[in-house]
């Protein structure tokens, strides 16, 4: 079956990086897009970024461009996001996510890491 297993989560002070990582199983990685969600305490889940199949495309919401690169090697089945000057406004549970598309809804999630950003 499938399964995303989140890993790279912790606990960074404000302008810190972290790099999340994305190891993914249980179906042909190379053809489906990838993605990560995240959640902050008391918001809604909200899209972060996503890359194609082959990695020449990628989407961020606006609130992470310039500090967050999402990228994927398919000889290791993995995904990642490399996120820079982190702010307390980032922390926040992130999830990988699979999708067929950069565009269309996921239809698998993993189970999440927390990200904390301290002041």
């Known amino acids: 079956q499938v399964q995303l297993v989140e890993s790279g989560g912790g606990l960074v002070q404000a302008g810190g990086s972290l790099r999340l990582s994305c190891a993914a199983s249980g179906f042909t990685f190379s053809m489906y897009a990838m993605g990560w969600f995240r959640q902050a305490p008391g918001k809604e889940r909200e899209f972060v970024a996503a890359?194609?199949?082959?990695?020449?495309?990628?989407s961020y919401t606006n609130s992470v461009k310039g500090r967050f690169t999402i990228s994927r090697d398919n000889a290791k089945n993995t995904s990642y996001l490399q996120m820079d000057s982190l702010k307390p406004e980032d922390t926040a549970v992130y999830y990988c996510?699979?999708?067929?598309?950069?565009?269309?809804?996921?239809?698998?999630w993993g189970r999440g890491t927390q990200v904390t950003v301290s002041s």
């Open positions: 996510t699979r999708q067929r598309y950069t565009t269309t809804t996921p239809d698998s």
């Open positions: 890359i194609s199949t082959s990695g020449v495309t990628t």
